[in-house]
């Protein structure tokens, strides 16, 4: 069933009349557009794509299905809704503001329902389409990963890496990051979301590199945690716990398991290790259109996973005043399993200088 015969049967079901969608992950989801303003409506008999001048002919390229419909200053949204007809439409309780709300109502009398989100469940399965994008994004974000083996070397600033590591994806076809990177060293390691600083970056140093791209509209993400030189055996030990529990809960991923029976594996193996305290976040999440999506692998989303859904495995030890280790990949759950899409090595590196 495609797209929008889809939305029409969650619509109907919902007693709606029409559905339409602001946010422009989903905005492009329904419709192709990838404008930064305008609303796709949908209703049971047409489509339509609600903006203003600027996007007319691109409206008439990208969304052949729908029909181009003109706001502006003088003509709102709600004044659109109103002269369709419409009398029960959903709207992105998500997404859409209490003041957004009020300017719609101000010209639109008819029932807004909220949609809960209806759309973000049937993105979690990607269409063979999305998930070659998605694998594309994440090969850009594996060659640049390689290439910068080569770049890093101490003295560096975190700074200065992270430029080099946006430079990198944008010459292989990136559109952007698909969120500002993390590239954090030595006793940085230990922020889990430690953004680049003006910190050099130093021989034994452990460096973690958490970044991803963003390709014709699909992210990537993936974490490697390097040494800078010769490893400490404090951090070897410390790489060698987390490389087994991302490795574990990889094994169990497959369709029918548990989100939150994926996420124990790992948690329990560091745990077990002594660092249970230190691993204060979730095991992964999903990732397509935005970078983080549901479900997630954490201790409470009880999702089941199935074929189609592109999720991280990403556990990590922190430890203040030493530093910390993450490694991330991307792992489609398939028909009978999983397939890694990230291809970089997952050993220990100790780059040599
Ligand atoms: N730091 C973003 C992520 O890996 O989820
Ligand atoms: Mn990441
Ligand atoms: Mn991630």
Redesign the pocket.
């Given at each position: 069933m495609n797209t929008l015969d889809r939305i029409r049967e969650e619509l109907k079901e919902m007693g709606l009349e029409g559905g339409f969608f602001y946010k422009p992950e989903n905005r492009f989801y329904v419709s192709g557009f990838t404008g930064s303003a305008g609303y796709a409506l949908v209703t049971m008999d047409k489509a339509y794509l609600i903006t203003d001048f600027r996007y007319f002919s691109q409206v008439g390229e990208q969304c052949p299905d729908f029909e181009l419909k003109e706001i502006s200053t003088q003509i709102s949204f709600g004044q659109v809704l109103s002269e369709l007809g419409l009398k029960k439409v959903g709207f992105e309780d998500d997404f859409m503001t209490i003041e957004d709300m009020e300017v719609l109502k101000s010209k639109f009398s008819g029932e807004l329902v909220p949609m809960k989100r209806f759309i973000e469940e049937i993105r979690q399965i990607k269409r063979e389409d999305e998930i070659e994008l998605v694998r594309k994004a994440q090969n850009i974000a594996d060659d640049t990963f390689s290439y910068m083996l080569d770049f890093i070397k101490p003295g560096m600033t975190e700074r200065e890496v992270h430029l080099e590591l946006v430079n990198q994806m944008t010459r292989r076809g990136a559109d952007g990051e698909s969120f500002t990177a993390i590239v954090a060293s030595g006793e940085r390691g230990a922020l889990p979301h430690g953004r680049a600083s003006d910190k050099v970056i130093e021989k034994g140093d452990f460096l973690t590199l958490d970044f991803g791209c963003i390709y014709k509209g699909y992210c990537s993400?993936m974490t490697r945690t390097i040494s800078v030189g010769k490893a400490s055996d404090e951090l070897k030990e410390i790489y060698e716990i987390v490389l087994r529990a991302q490795k574990a809960a990889l094994e169990a991923i497959k369709p029918g398991a548990v989100c939150s029976d994926i996420d124990g594996v790992a948690r329990g193996i560091i745990s077990e290790a002594g660092y249970g305290d230190n691993f204060g976040h979730g095991l992964?999440?999903s990732i397509g259109l935005e970078v983080h999506e549901n479900p997630r692998f954490n201790q409470v989303d009880n999702s089941i996973l199935k074929p189609g859904m592109i999720m991280?495995d990403?556990p990590g030890i922190y430890i203040p005043g030493l530093g910390g280790v993450r490694i991330?990949d991307l792992v489609l759950v398939t028909e009978d399993g999983y397939e890694v899409l990230s291809k970089s090595d997952k050993e220990l590196i100790e780059l040599e200088f």
């Open positions: 993400d992964g999440h991280t990403e991330e």
